[in-house]
């Protein structure tokens, strides 16, 4: 039990106020560092399955007629980045000579939702468990960046809460550090990011089947993240019986910390070892399509 100790007093005060995402990230990178995080523990498992509650969670805290508006008013923007990220990872993949099938990965998560994109398009594209490491270490080490950085860029360019959220649901990797960095920026940022985001991960579906038509995969292996059914169940249940509203602000708020909860299991997971293994042609074709979707959408959405 003893092992456990310093893993488990860190994962029980990420529930609390007193720690907030980065910090977690830092937290769970540290541990791992160290050699204090517990190899039996299973944290891809934990990660998925507490951010799949969480963003459940989410969904009570957010006005369906604010989902369906922000939306809607994003579609463009959203169908245009995934589109753009896609066929720019294409040519940039060709262009530094990079396996195509991890090259394709990277790709698919910065488009889409990072290490849930991977996960669905993988076993559709028939890729060993080498491409798919590579490809989640690449996205985690810039998603752990993002949490940092975006809000610091979001108040040098002194961008409205709303502005913000549409930004980093569009330019951050993974749907835990766009929900992070958004709970940084403020409540509305997070109310719109996490719809922006989510309704961008409803195109995991057309693009893993379109995947498995290009590599000549298994269209019976793509998996669906229901957990996005489940969120939009919630919002439908805040909708219809408003008088709960005071249960609904409560589930919101614990959401919101088993999100950090989230992050701190995520750096503990990325380790010296998986970045070194992830090499720099990975690295230089994430920070290539991360910096063209980033760049890209923040001038549309300050100058548009």
Same mark, same amino acid.
């Given at each position: ?27 769970? *990178? +540290? !541990? @791992?560092?160290?050699? /204090? ?7 891809? %498992?934990? =990660?998925?399955?507490?951010? $799949? ?30 589109? *753009? +990220? !896609? @066929?720019?990872?294409? /040519? ?7 396996? %195509?099938? =991890?090259?394709?990965?990277? $790709? ?197």
């Amino acid at each position: 039990m003893q092992k456990y100790g310093p893993f488990l007093l860190i994962a029980a005060l990420c529930l609390l106020p007193v720690i907030t995402s980065p910090i977690a990230l830092v937290l769970g *990178f +540290t !541990l @791992a560092s160290l050699g /204090l995080v517990p190899h039996n523990i299973n944290l891809a %498992s934990l =990660t998925k399955r507490f951010l $799949s509650y969480s963003i459940i969670g989410l969904g009570f805290g957010i006005h369906l007629q604010t989902a369906i508006s922000v939306s809607l008013a994003n579609l463009p923007l959203i169908l245009g980045s995934i589109i *753009f +990220t !896609l @066929a720019l990872g294409f /040519l940039l993949t060709k262009l530094l000579k990079f396996d %195509s099938k =991890t090259g394709h990965l990277i $790709s698919a998560g910065t488009a889409i939702c990072g290490g849930s994109a991977i996960a669905a398009v993988s076993p559709a594209i028939n890729a060993n468990s080498e491409q798919s490491a590579i490809a989640l270490a690449t996205v985690f080490i810039l998603n752990s960046i993002a949490l940092f950085v975006f809000p610091a860029l979001g108040h040098l360019f002194s961008m409205s809460q709303y502005d913000f959220g549409v930004w980093s649901a569009i330019a951050i990797h993974d749907t835990s550090s766009v929900v992070g960095a958004a709970s940084a920026y403020g409540e509305e940022a997070l109310t719109t990011a996490t719809t922006i985001k989510l309704a961008r991960a409803l195109w995991i579906i057309p693009i893993a089947l379109l995947s498995a038509a290009i590599f000549g995969g298994n269209k019976k292996k793509i998996t669906i993240p229901y957990f996005i059914g489940f969120y939009c169940l919630a919002i439908g249940i805040a909708y219809l019986f408003p008088q709960g509203q005071i249960a609904y602000e409560v589930i919101f708020e614990m959401s919101k910390r088993i999100l950090v909860l989230c992050l701190f299991l995520i750096g503990a997971g990325i380790t010296v070892s998986k970045m070194r293994a992830a090499g720099a042609k990975p690295l230089l074709l994430g920070v290539m399509l991360w910096l063209s979707i980033g760049t890209g959408s923040l001038l549309y959405i300050l100058y548009a």
